[in-house]
Nanobody
Framework: QVQLLESGGGLVQPGGSLRLSCAAS????????MRWYRQAPGKQRDLVAA???????NYVESVKGRFTISRDNAKNTVYLQMNSLKLEDTADYYC???????????????WGQGTQVTVSS
């Protein structure tokens, strides 16, 4: 059984930094894209950043230059370094990944349980 477990959320002042981590565990043969989404109260869940298995990245415009997504394939872990945080970055952040549980399995999409990020003075 595959699990994605996020950590690193918390309360930070505007202009501060946080680093989110998401580790995939369980039966894993391979992992494709890994992504971070966020959902603010009363809003839809939106893609923030994504990284391919080869390290190619893309970001939503509002976080470019402030957030950095990276991954450690040996640890099945994806990170989101968030700098220069703004009030509007406050949200629940969710890890998402496409992976195969075994060589015979099809590619499936998995979600973590989310971690809360609050930016407040």
């Amino acid at each position: 059984q595959v699990q994605l477990l996020e950590s690193g959320g918390g309360l930070v002042q505007p202009g501060g930094s946080l680093r989110l981590s998401c580790a995939a565990s369980g039966s894993i043969f391979s992992i494709g894209y890994m992504r971070w989404y966020r959902q603010a109260p009363g809003k839809q869940r939106d893609l923030v950043a994504a990284v391919s298995s080869g390290g190619s990245t893309n970001y939503v415009e509002s976080v470019k230059g402030r957030f950095t997504i990276s991954r450690d394939n040996a640890k099945n872990t994806v990170y989101l370094q968030m700098n220069s945080l703004k009030l509007e970055d406050t949200a629940d952040y969710y890890c998402n990944a496409d992976l195969r549980a075994s060589r015979e399995s099809r590619l499936e999409n998995y979600w973590g349980q989310g971690t809360q990020v609050t930016v407040s003075s």
